[in-house]
Each structure stands twice: as C-alpha cells, then as structure tokens.
C-alpha cells in the first residue's frame, strides 16, 4: 500500500519561504509512470493543484504560482519537496501530496493526509 | 486555460438519485479525461469515478459518471442516496501541462 506524508513547518512568516517535503512509502518516486504532485485547500474552498514532478526532473506549475514554485525530488530518499516564495496570508492552506498515475487509470489515486500551513507574523 | 464549473451546493434525501454537473469552459470535455473525487470532512479526497466514468474498486456501483459534449459538460451521478454520501465532490481534468480541478460541490443528504 502506498502512502505519503507532508512534513514541514507549520507555520511561516509573511514574505518567507515555504518548504515541504511529502515521503513516499510502499512505492517508489522513480517509477515512470507517476508524476508526484502538490495540491492545497484554502480554509473552506477547493482544490488548488500547485505543479509535479517526474522522477526524471520534469516539471510542470500552475500558472498562477509558477514564479514562486519549485517542486524538486530526491530519489536516493524516495521523497519530494515544495518551495513556495514570498508567502502572504493567501497562501495559508492545507497542502496535499498526491500521485497522478500518466500510464492508464488516470487519477489521483494516493494523497496525504495533509499540512495545515499558516502564514502569519 | 480552462476552468471547470462546478454547482456550489445541491441537497437531495435519501434513496433518492442527484447530478452534480461539471461545466468545461474552453476546449472539448471529451479532449482529456474527467475524474471525480469525494472528501468528507477532515478527510484527504479519494476517487469515486476515473476516465469519466470508471469506478476504482471500492466504489459502489451506486456512482456513475458521464460526459455530455453538446453541453460540453460531465456529470457525477449518485443513486439510492446514503447519509453517508454526504461530503463535498471535486471534479478534476487536465490539458497538455497543467491540472484543474472544480470548485466543488457541496451534497447535504437530508
């Protein structure tokens, strides 16, 4: 059974860095048909997807953040990572890491249980 | 880009069936797969229907989905309604780089 799960602060200061890394187990970051992804929820409002990453270092962002963002993955520890720059309070959210399958059956079909991260002073 | 349109709420009561819709607005519905997640409260989401309307297993046959092109449009559907349905329902496709999902829908079983 594959799971993940977020670490990293729980709260950042406004104009900071956010940093998570999601750890994969049961499954490995360096399968080829998986691209390991960010996803967060604002308080009460939907799904956000933020960008992935392919074990081979390909990425893609969400336009919207894409010059903030940058997703990473370090295969020798089987996990990946979040840098989100210049926070404001926008940015408090829970943030999800989730596996999209690219092969076939595709979905979202593992998340983490998620990090409440807040931005505030 | 395009962005996904989804009801903000709808209420049904038990053993009863619901549609919720989801709106494509740029670019065929049918271009790229839809999927649908559920997430109860507190809860990560999880896959109801995949590939517009293939069930993981798990899921009761009770949820169904579809794509309409002429409205360009999917639909999650829920028949013999449970109290247990009741959560919030994203639906969530993709194009060539990017993923969008929903706003979501909120279904209160009452």
């Known amino acids: 059974q594959v799971q993940l799960q977020e670490s990293g602060p729980g709260l950042v200061k406004p104009s900071e860095t956010l940093s998570l890394t999601c750890t994969v187990s049961?499954?490995?970051?360096?399968?080829?048909?998986?691209?390991w992804s960010w996803i967060r929820q604002t308080p009460g409002k939907g799904l956000e997807w933020i960008g992935y990453?392919?074990?081979?270092?390909?990425?893609n962002y969400n336009p919207s953040l894409k010059s903030r963002v940058t997703i990473s993955v370090d295969t020798s520890k089987n996990r990946f990572s979040l840098k989100l720059t210049s926070v404001t309070a926008a940015d408090t959210a829970v943030y999800y890491c989730a596996r999209w399958r690219s092969d076939s059956n595709h979905r979202f079909d593992y998340w983490g249980q998620g990090t409440l991260v807040t931005v505030s002073s | 880009n395009f962005m996904l349109t989804q009801p903000h709420s709808v209420s049904e009561s038990p053993g009863k069936t619901v549609t919720i819709s989801c709106t494509r607005s740029?670019?065929?519905?049918?271009?790229?797969?839809v999927q649908w997640y559920q997430q109860r409260p507190g809860s990560s989401p999880t896959t109801v229907i995949y590939e517009d309307n293939q069930r993981p297993s798990g899921v009761p046959d009770r949820f169904s989905g579809s794509i309409d092109s002429s409205s360009n449009s999917a639909s999650l559907t829920i028949s013999g309604l449970k109290t247990e349905d009741e959560a919030d329902y994203y639906c969530?496709?993709?194009?060539?780089?990017?993923?969008?999902f929903g706003g979501g829908t909120k279904l209160t079983v009452l």
């Open positions: 969530q496709s993709y194009g060539s780089s990017n993923q969008v």
């Open positions: 049961g499954g490995s970051v360096s399968s080829g048909s998986y691209y």
């Open positions: 990453i392919h074990y081979s270092g390909s990425t």
């Open positions: 740029s670019g065929s519905i049918a271009s790229n797969y």
